[in-house]
């Protein structure tokens, strides 16, 4: 009779222990997010990297301290901050919401645009490529002044920025093993790299780029080969000129 009522007295501990492991299990995960809130300072609208509309919004918080948030047009347009022109489908500004306080989600937030480097743009600019691309490099502890280099090698090898970048990892690692000169043979340093690739350290530099010095259709920033086509070119060009 002791041991019925010890297995039943076990049996009921465990049932409460499985009842509120279930309740535990059944329970919602919430994951709450503090809202942005505060007094609005200014709405503005200007345009994106990608050419769309955002909205611009200043808040002064309860604290005193003033945050911008970027938002979509059309989550602007639900916390009736803006409306849309009926003709042309604008987002027009509510001035009456200033001074008024708002809570906003965060997940609705556009994240701010990462800042780029000035050298960074004008090197994209020079070698038409994206200056974020630049600035991504800068940030991996590369210096402008070797960026500019590869981005200059590897317009001898026809490449791209992508190949700079695989240049520049290359510098770092020491194994130049996967690039491939005009002569056919494999640089084994940096030195012989860009010396193979007729970089010249009096035009090819990053002072004559920020200057405004340099010239990107420079021959010798041709590989052999492509100097060698060019050179013909000009030559049958000066022939027929003859001719006529």
């Known amino acids: ?46 345009a994106g990297t990608d050419g769309t509309t955002i909205v611009v919004v200043t808040l002064l918080d309860d604290q005193g301290a003033s945050q911008t948030v970027n938002l979509s047009v059309e989550t602007a347009v639900a916390l009736g901050l803006v409306t849309l022109d009926e003709t042309t489908g604008e987002p027009v500004v509510d001035e009456t919401k ?44 590369f210096g402008f002044g070797v960026i500019a280099q590869a981005m200059w090698m590897s317009d001898s090898l026809n490449g791209d920025a992508e190949m700079a ?18 002569d056919g043979s494999t640089p084994t340093n940096w030195g012989q790299f860009k010396k193979a ?3 010249k350290k009096d035009k090819h530099n990053l002072g004559v780029i920020v200057s405004g010095q340099a010239d990107d259709d420079d021959d010798d920033s041709l590989n052999p080969q ?19």
């Open 98 to 141: 200033v001074g008024q306080t708002v809570e906003i989600d965060p997940t609705t937030v556009i994240p701010e645009e990462e800042d780029v480097h000035p050298i960074a743009d004008i090197l994209a600019e020079f070698f038409d490529v994206d200056p974020s691309v630049v600035n991504g490099y800068h940030e991996d502890g």
């Open 1 to 46: 009779m002791a041991k019925t009522k010890l297995l039943g007295g076990v049996l009921l501990v465990l049932a409460v222990l499985f009842a509120q492991v279930g309740s535990v299990a059944a329970a919602p995960q919430t994951q709450e997010t503090t809202p942005i809130a505060g007094t609005i300072q200014s709405i503005t609208t200007q």
């Open 197 to 199: 690739l007729h970089e």
């Open 165 to 182: 970048g695989l240049i520049l990892e290359a510098k770092k690692s020491g194994d130049y093993s996967a690039f491939t000169l005009p």
């Open 226 to 244: 492509d100097k060698e086509k060019k050179e013909k070119k000009e030559k049958k060009e000066k022939k027929e000129k003859k001719v006529k």
